[in-house]
């Protein structure tokens, strides 16, 4: 259903959703900005999406920019913890570099960073969801997953106003707000090309 242009599902039965094929219409580029915290599928269903279309995924992090500047991982994140030009300038140059051609720009931040995105989608779970999926991913106690994810929600949302002024909070100029609970990474992947054919940005085939 349409709430205020957002798109949001819910409900509907996920096995409604099949896949279809679709391309971009010639001469034409497009950007799909996604964004979610941690456990809500952002990586999988970005590189889903990136495949489908054959369009690059953007992913510059932290050790990427550690190779450029001849420094270890572990040196760059060290540095990060009180230094915010780290942050910044991976955060800028995803930006930069999904502004270069089509592409999937997935990260915390895509929705508010690259404001020119053609289709803005937030993925969203519960917190007892994410912590499953991350205990399932990485092992561990559920409880202190649990604390851990919290703490640093707070942690990312103090940073994000800081550095940005966003409200990591705020969605509701989203082209489209998925509870990934309801839905396998195919079915989401299927929903944002639904999504994206019908605003005229791709062509079913």
Known sequence: MDSGGISIFISANPQEVSMSEYKIPDGHELRIAI????????????T????????KL?????????QEKGLTLAQVIENAKTDDSYDIAVDTRQVELARAESCILGSRLAIWMLKEADLKVYLGASDDVRAKRILNR???NLDEIKAFTEM?????SRRYKKLYDIDNNDISFVDLNIDTAQYTPDQIAEIILEKAADKGLLEKL
């Open 35 to 46: 964004s979610g915290k941690s456990g809500c599928g952002n990586t999988t269903v970005s």
């Open 48 to 55: 889903l999406l990136s495949k489908i279309l054959g369009i």
């Open 58 to 66: 953007i992913n510059f992090t932290f050790r990427q920019l550690a």
């Open 138 to 140: 990485e092992g561990g």
């Open 152 to 156: 640093r929600d707070r942690e990312d």
